[in-house]
Nanobody, 125 residues
Framework: QVQLVESGGGSVQAGGSLRLSCAAS????????KGWFHQPPGKAREAVAT???????SYTDSVKGRFTIFQDNAKNTLYLQMNNLKPEDTAMYYC???????????????????WGQGTQVTVAS
């Protein structure tokens, strides 16, 4: 059974940084499409960054140049480094993983079967 456990959310001022972590267990981590999704209040859950089995990354336009998705294979952990945070980044953030053929930021939430519990990110102006 796949388990994903997130950590690292919190409250910061605009311009600040946070790093989210997603520790994985129960599956062959390297063979999965992995992503970070955000869900602002009252809105749908959407991908902000993905990384495929070859390490190719994809970002939604609003976070390009500010967010970085990366992984530590030895630790089976996925990360999202978030710099220059903006108030509009405020949302619940979720990590997700699945064996998708196509893995990019256009991947829809309903395509992923495995999810973390979510972590809140709040950015004050």
């Amino acid at each position: 059974q796949v388990q994903l456990v997130e950590s690292g959310g919190g409250s910061v001022q605009a311009g600040g940084s946070l790093r989210l972590s997603c520790a994985a267990s129960g599956y062959s981590y390297n063979n999965y499409c992995k992503g970070w999704f955000h869900q602002p209040p009252g809105k749908a859950r959407e991908a902000v960054a993905t990384i495929d089995r070859d390490g190719i990354t994809s970002y939604t336009d609003s976070v390009k140049g500010r967010f970085t998705i990366f992984q530590d294979n030895a630790k089976n952990t996925l990360y999202l480094q978030m710099n220059n945070l903006k108030p509009e980044d405020t949302a619940m953030y979720y990590c997700a993983a699945d064996s998708l053929v196509i893995c990019d930021v256009d991947s829809r939430a309903h395509n992923f079967r495995n999810w973390g519990q979510g972590t809140q990110v709040t950015v004050a102006s």
